[in-house]
């Protein structure tokens, strides 16, 4: 970790796109578009922050080891790398969506469920539907993959899938039909707990301005 320098962890998409103007509101301007650069690193108007860029499971990890002081993260990636190490102070209320159990259209969920049949379940958040089937009580046997989920029932892999639904859109050009919601998830801003003692007070503003800017709606 540059000893002087405020690196942000973020990832590229709706996370980037909604945390900008809660940067605007911290007086921060991201000087470079990362859907025109190839850049990982990108400039800000303020010569000490700087914007890492990084997959957005990797959030936690590169806040909890310091590769980063600060990081805007899914409560999904949170959930399943966990928050040790990690300063949790805001809910963003940003990039907001949900997660799901979704099978094909042909598809007897409820009856499997009463059955008590085993379900094979395909997803990236093995962690929340581990312990989401487990309180429902249905046995599961779990694949692990690490993106288009959706194709998993469309192809014999899995009986259903555990994803994020943002508009249904996904689900519904995939022939798939959301069957339960998981839970609610939102973004949320962590900090490496030693930054926040080291460098304090700058961590502290953003952290403040980041706060006054949060949607209240919706
Ligand atoms: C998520 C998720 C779905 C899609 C749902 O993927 O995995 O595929 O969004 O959105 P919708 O309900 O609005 O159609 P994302 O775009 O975050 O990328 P990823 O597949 O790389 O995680």
Known sequence: M???MI???LSKGRIFEETLPLLAAAGIEVLEDPEKSRKLILPTNHADVRVVLVRASDVPTYVEYGGADMGVSGKDSLI??????LYQ??????AKCRVSVAVRKDFDYERAVKQGSRL??????????????????????MVKLYGSMELAPLT???DAIVDLVSTGNTLKANHLVEVERIMDISSYLVVNQAALKLKRERLRRIIDAFASAIPQSS
């Open 156 to 158: 014999g892999l899995a």
């Open 2 to 4: 540059s000893s002087n």
């Open 120 to 141: 094979k379940v395909a997803t990236k958040y093995t962690s929340i539907a581990r312990e989401f089937f487990a309180a429902k009580g249905v046995h599961v046997d």
């Open 80 to 85: 399943e790398h966990g928050t040790q190490g």
């Open 7 to 9: 690196t942000l962890a």
């Open 89 to 94: 102070p805001l809910d963003l209320r940003i």
